[in-house]
């Protein structure tokens, strides 16, 4: 068994006519160390899939599991950035992070928590913040903190859910830079949400799409391994592994947009009723 592993996963919401199916047939195993990011488009089922490994919602079918063990409830094993940063506005940087040390390591004495908070906050570049609220931060400070405050749990396994989508470009670039160079410090197993496909190339070892939803399941993974590390986003362009990656995955993206399309337009198209034929002699 893989290190995380989705089995025949299925989520849906509501019931009966209301009924929406979020995700059939899930099946994806990841490898301890390894770098998987997940691409799909808005409404695709994402953000429920990341929620499924996080224990934060259970499956209606299937199910999810990290280290053999199934995934049946919230844990410090797994530590979840999110898009909106979920940061404490009346904490400091120090104290958002120092709460969640405290949780998953009760037997630390102050000093060490300190020690330990710290430390994470020196390796997201915030030590000159420290004392700030969220208020006094930009987007892009407040996401180092979140980033900050799921490695100082040291969880097994990294989630990701589309981190640095609501930043400006440079302050992404900056973040996807800090990201890389703390996976490679101890090469935590990390799955990370997004839509953005050159982002995908530039962090991960594995591209698996999401396709369009209802009912949304995983498409053809693409390996990234061919693409050595470290990964300069300025060489990488001119890559020729990376130009063939990044048009077989945009090409297989807007292929399974246009099939989505033209299903739904199946679907609702009207057709006549064979057994009452229309009368195209009447007036």
């Given amino acids: 068994m893989s290190y995380l592993e989705m089995q025949d996963v ?26 998987v990011a997940i691409v799909g488009f808005s ?22 599991s990290l280290q053999g063990k199934v995934v049946r409830e919230p844990g410090p094993d797994r530590g979840v950035v999110f898009q909106n940063y979920s940061l404490l506005p009346w904490l400091s940087v120090f104290g958002n992070i120092e709460l969640a040390v405290k949780q998953v390591f009760p037997k630390y004495c102050k000093s060490e928590i300190a020690e330990h908070v710290r430390r994470y906050i020196a390796m997201v570049n915030l030590k000159e913040a420290e004392s700030k609220k969220p208020s006094e931060l930009s987007g892009g400070m407040k996401q180092r903190v979140s980033l900050a405050r799921a490695l100082a749990m040291q969880p097994d396994i990294l989630l990701m859910d589309e981190p640095f989508s609501a930043l400006d470009a440079l302050t992404r670039a900056v973040l996807q830079d800090e990201l ?11 799955v990370m949400i997004t839509n953005d496909i050159d982002e995908a190339l530039l962090l991960a070892d594995r591209i698996v799409p999401l396709k369009p939803g209802p009912g949304a399941t995983l498409g053809e993974a693409f390996d990234v391994s061919c693409l050595s590390r470290p990964r300069d986003r300025t060489a990488i362009n001119q890559d020729v592994n990376y130009k063939r990656l990044r048009n077989a995955i945009t090409n297989y993206m807007i292929e399974l947009n246009t099939d989505h399309k033209k299903a739904r337009t199946r679907r ?3 057709l006549p009723d064979l057994n009452q034929p229309v009368d195209l002699t009447a007036a």
């Fill in 10 to 35: 299925d989520k849906h919401y509501g019931s009966g006519s209301e009924r929406t199916d979020v995700l059939n047939g899930i099946n994806l195993s990841i490898e301890q160390g390894e770098f």
């Fill in 43 to 64: 409404g695709s089922g994402k953000s429920t899939l990341i929620s499924l490994m996080a224990g934060l919602i259970k499956p209606d079918a299937g199910t999810v």
């Fill in 180 to 190: 890389t160079r703390i996976w490679e410090q101890d090469r935590r197993t990390v």
């Fill in 268 to 270: 609702n198209l009207l």
